[in-house]
């Protein structure tokens, strides 16, 4: 059976015309054999490797050997070799048209445009395949040779005789040379010739869309789509004809029956989809008119994971939260989550503030991926939520053995402070900012919480603001941080300099924190604005304040006005 295919391998070649049985076998023994065997390796089974290394073989055997040369052309995957090897073919059998077509395409790979174009005019002048018209055209347009072109298609109707696509071709010729009223007449004549052809309507209708004639451009197009209601091409024409003048509700309704065409391949659909999403002001402003494309894609196409993953993103943006995740939650029931997925259910999982079902996802999280930080991360934040700081210390821990970089080591040794710290064991603490801080200075939130619990301890303070000052200098807006500085320096007693970061840090307050408020009354108290003192305090209390600590405060400031007033008298 080898040698009954290996022989009709050979038979095949020869009547290609790709071997060269005019040759003598003494003469070509060794070379036929090598190249035989190469084109056996690479039909049957597929090796293209071995059909290298004895198609290379039989040309050292015989540097002129046709067949080798052109079979080498076809396998070798760096375009100048190939070109190469496709021109030594040629020179032994420069008649052969399937040579000269190898030898143009292997020209047009290689860039060598003005190669390609003298070969395909040879297999034009000779010849009546049309693709050779077509390449012959498309490479003088490439090189701006417009009127070459247009001779080019002129010869072509003469051989072959009418051909829409070359009439299409020398359209957008003209048009891009400025000569719209040329491109007008062909494509009127392509209409006339064929007036019920969908296709010839929407050239006409390209070049109306190309001089600006938008009302016929418009009745061309709706002409074209309903000779052919399923002609993706003529829909597709229509939405780029509708998005360049900006008519955005109908293109969206045209993208829209692009999606109901069963020729359409489901890439194209989906590339259709991520189009419209991914300029957010644009999906904001027609959300309602894209909500149903996403949403039919994803009934015609229920399995795909592509397009589930879009519905669930879309389902998300349209805040149907509890829908994409049940949609998620799906996808793993009978299976092993992926990392992102697992990701994404968390991640509503937290934002729906369920804290229960959170903590089994991340602790499915951690044991399926326990290289990943971020899951032992969040679930030392749910031992955090639950008041075990213990445990969550032991889960960070756990964490810096994943991180994978300093930065990601100095935001773990942050937080195993903060807990520390929640656990009133100070030292440990410090030393746990110390190490967040060694491993990256730049680390706001550590230089931050550091500083604030210096000072409420009235320990390092100059130290404390120098952190302060450098967290705001990371983010000079953020309100907390600015508290932090501006009660580092009442701390310090440096009132006035305090207020007037305080009055930063509440403008920039977009919370409305009883702590902000309680700092700046007890800030504008030091300065002896007593009612201003007393008004945001009392602000503080509304935003949710102790109301004890309001109630010492004023008692405070009462005394010591009184004592203040005893003390004149």
């Not at 070799?81 to 020179?91: D, G, M, T, V």
């Amino acid at each position: 059976m080898k040698r009954l295919a290996l022989y009709a391998t050979v038979a095949v070649a020869l009547l290609c015309g790709v071997l060269a049985p005019q040759r003598t076998v003494a003469r070509t023994s060794k070379p036929l054999r090598l190249y035989t065997d190469a084109l056996k390796r690479l039909t049957i089974y597929g090796d293209t490797v071995s059909a290298y290394r004895l198609t290379n073989e039989a040309l050292k055997a015989d540097s002129n050997y046709m067949p080798a040369a052109y079979l080498l052309s076809r396998i070798e995957s760096d375009d100048e070799k190939a070109w190469l090897a496709a021109e030594r073919a040629i020179r032994a059998d420069s008649t052969n048209h399937h040579l000269l077509h190898q030898a143009a395409e292997r020209s047009l790979r290689a860039k060598k445009y003005s190669r390609a174009k003298q070969l395909l005019q040879r297999l034009v002048t000779d010849g009546q395949d049309p693709d050779h018209f077509r390449l012959l055209a498309i490479l003088h347009m490439m090189t701006k040779e417009n009127d070459k072109a247009i001779a080019v298609l002129d010869s072509a109707e003469l051989k072959l005789g009418k051909i829409d696509f070359f009439s299409r071709m020398r359209q957008q010729i003209y048009l891009e040379a400025g000569a719209g009223d040329k491109a007008l007449k062909s494509a009127v004549e392509l209409v006339e010739s064929a007036p019920y052809d969908p296709n010839n309507q929407l050239a006409l209708a390209d070049v109306y869309a190309a001089i600006g004639a938008d009302s016929l451009a418009d009745a061309t197009f709706n002409t074209a789509i309903a000779l052919d209601k399923t002609n993706a091409d003529a829909w597709y024409g229509y939405a780029s004809f509708l998005d360049s003048r900006k008519r955005y509700t109908e293109m969206l309704l045209a993208w829209r029956n692009i999606i109901e065409i069963p020729s359409v391949p489901l890439a194209s659909k989906i590339s259709i989809v991520e189009s419209i999403t991914s300029k957010r002001d644009f999906y904001r402003k027609n959300f309602l008119l894209i909500e149903p494309i996403i949403t039919r894609l994803y009934q015609l196409h229920p399995q795909d994971v592509k397009v589930i993953d879009t519905y669930i993103v879309h389902l998300i943006a349209a805040n149907k939260i509890e829908q994409a995740l049940v949609l998620l939650k799906q996808r793993i029931a009978n299976r092993r989550p992926t990392e992102d997925e697992l990701g994404r259910i968390i991640e509503i999982e937290h934002h729906l503030g369920r804290l229960d079902s959170l903590e089994i996802y991340v602790d499915q999280a951690t044991s399926l991926y326990p290289t990943k930080a971020n899951f032992w991360n969040l679930k030392a934040w749910i031992q955090m939520q639950r008041g075990d700081s213990r445990g969550a210390i032991a889960t960070l821990r756990s964490a810096l053995k994943f991180a994978e970089d300093s930065k990601a080591k100095s935001s773990l040794w942050g937080s195993i402070g903060d807990q520390y710290h929640e656990l009133g064991e100070q030292r440990k603490s410090y030393d746990a900012y110390y190490k967040a801080l060694n491993l990256n200075m730049n680390n706001a939130i550590v230089l931050n919480n550091f500083a604030y619990h210096l000072s409420v301890n009235n320990k390092s303070l100059k130290q404390a603001l120098q952190m302060a000052k450098r967290a705001t200098e990371l983010s000079p807006n953020n309100a907390t941080y600015l508290d932090t500085l501006a009660w580092v320096y009442y701390k310090l007693g440096e009132y006035e300099q305090a207020k007037k970061v305080m009055q930063q840090a509440m403008s920039f307050d977009r919370e409305n924190s009883s702590e902000l408020a309680l700092h700046y009354g007890d800030i504008l108290d030091a300065l002896g604005s007593t009612f201003m003192a007393q008004t945001y305090w009392r602000k503080a209390l509304e935003r949710g304040a102790d109301a004890a600590k309001i109630e010492s405060r004023i008692a405070a400031q009462k005394a010591r006005l009184e004592a203040q007033k005893a003390g004149k008298e």
